[in-house]
């Protein structure tokens, strides 16, 4: 990761606006009702270009792809994960619903985003599209020159937070599985030269799940890479308070890179 001594590097969280066109295009996607991939491809390329170029109009240093070509931060996965053959089930209301209904009442009319429930054992099948991503993003750097690029990847506690577990005997057996899986991808970006950024807010926000007990320990794990040339340097972070589950199974995963 770059480091400054002279003003603070800008970023961001990682999702962007979508055009209302390739939003269509994905939810389609999703759905199972889309007819040409390589037209939503296409616009995806299109899109991650121009805010790649919008980033630096604005001043960001490390920039990324806005997450364009994900219908969302977690529920991409169930494409590139065997598994998730289950029944698409809807997520349960947070409790923040009790306090703010209103605003949740205009999020429940939006289109619903698929989350098919884990029901057999989970493997990684994504290469196809985790280099796809790749590639898009560093094509639209090649005219851009940014301090630093990065790109999202949800972490095992995320898919425990939005995707049903029906096949395995327990929450930490569930995330354990997710984060073997997940380490391909984890490490086809980092060894893409891209700086690796785990999204981890469900950990922090479990607590808000119906059902889910008290966070029990907090955790921050660093990892030092190796650079090409041998140095290393912190590229990837994960850090969150959650259930000691999820977050042994952050830690693991980032120790095996």
Not at 97 to 110: N, T
Not at 145 to 172: Q, V
Request: charged share 25%; net charge negative.
């Amino acid at each position: 990761m770059q480091r400054s001594e002279t003003r603070v590097l800008t970023s961001h969280t990682g999702s962007l606006p979508r055009p209302d066109d390739l939003v269509d295009l994905l939810f389609r996607n999703d759905a199972g009702r889309l007819d040409r991939r390589d037209v939503l491809d296409q616009r995806v390329r299109e899109v991650v270009a121009e805010v790649v170029q919008t980033q630096l109009q604005h001043g960001v240093d490390i920039v990324n792809d806005g997450e364009v070509g994900k219908v969302g931060y977690a529920t991409y996965i169930k494409d590139r994960l065997t598994g998730f053959g289950g029944e698409s089930q809807p997520r349960p209301k947070p409790l923040e619903w009790q306090e703010f209904p209103e605003f949740f009442s205009r999020r429940a009319a939006e289109p619903a985003v698929q989350t098919p429930a884990c029901s057999a054992p989970i493997t990684w099948q994504g290469d196809a599209e985790i280099r796809r991503d790749i590639l898009t993003l560093k094509g639209a750097l090649e005219t851009a020159r940014p301090t630093e690029a990065f790109m999202t990847s949800i972490s095992p506690g995320g898919i425990w937070y939005i995707l049903p577990n029906e096949y395995y005997p327990s929450d930490e057996a569930y995330v354990f599985a997710a984060a073997e899986a997940m380490r391909a991808e984890y490490l086809a970006v980092y060894e893409a030269g891209l700086v690796l950024q785990l999204d981890c807010a469900p950990v922090g926000l479990s607590g808000s799940r119906w059902g889910a007990q008290p966070p029990a320990v907090r955790t921050c794990q660093r990892r030092r890479l190796p650079r090409n040339g041998g140095d290393a340097h912190p590229s990837v972070e994960s850090c969150g308070r959650g259930h000691s589950a999820r977050a042994d199974a952050h830690a693991r995963v980032l120790g095996q890179l």
